[in-house]
């Protein structure tokens, strides 16, 4: 098993910039790639950024591509969504998520942090 838990969350005004953080404990001994979804009130899950296992670079949506940077610092087993320029349309519960290597799909959720932008 695999616990994420996600910070920085918050309110910001259009414009402005936040930094997600999630921490995973528990097996971190395996290997995983982690990611960034986020679900808006009335919209599908959006997966915003993620590692990749086949490349060096990481995935973004259009929707955040140039504005949003997803970093990693393994000694800490931790992730981050670095966000820029927020825009109203950002706003919505933000979820890390862990993909174990050899699965399909997305095998591990933290409890999701919201983010709320201001017009």
């Known amino acids: 098993q695999v616990q994420l838990v996600e910070s920085g969350g918050g309110l910001v005004q259009s414009g402005g910039s936040l930094r997600l953080s999630c921490a995973a404990s528990?097996?971190?001994?395996?290997?995983?790639?982690m990611g960034w979804f986020r679900q808006a009130p009335g919209k599908e899950q959006e997966l915003v950024g993620a590692?990749?296992?086949?490349?060096?670079?990481?995935y973004y949506s259009d929707s955040v591509k140039g504005r949003f940077t997803i970093s990693r610092d393994n000694a800490k087993n931790a992730v981050y969504l670095q966000m820029n320029s927020l825009k109203p349309e950002d706003t919505g519960v933000y979820y890390c998520?862990?993909?174990?290597?050899?699965?399909?799909?997305?095998?591990?959720w933290g409890q999701g942090t919201q983010v709320t932008v201001s017009s």
């Open positions: 590692f990749m296992w086949n490349s060096s670079n990481p």
């Open positions: 998520a862990a993909n174990l290597m050899g699965t399909q799909g997305w095998d591990y």
């Open positions: 528990g097996r971190t001994s395996c290997r995983y790639r």
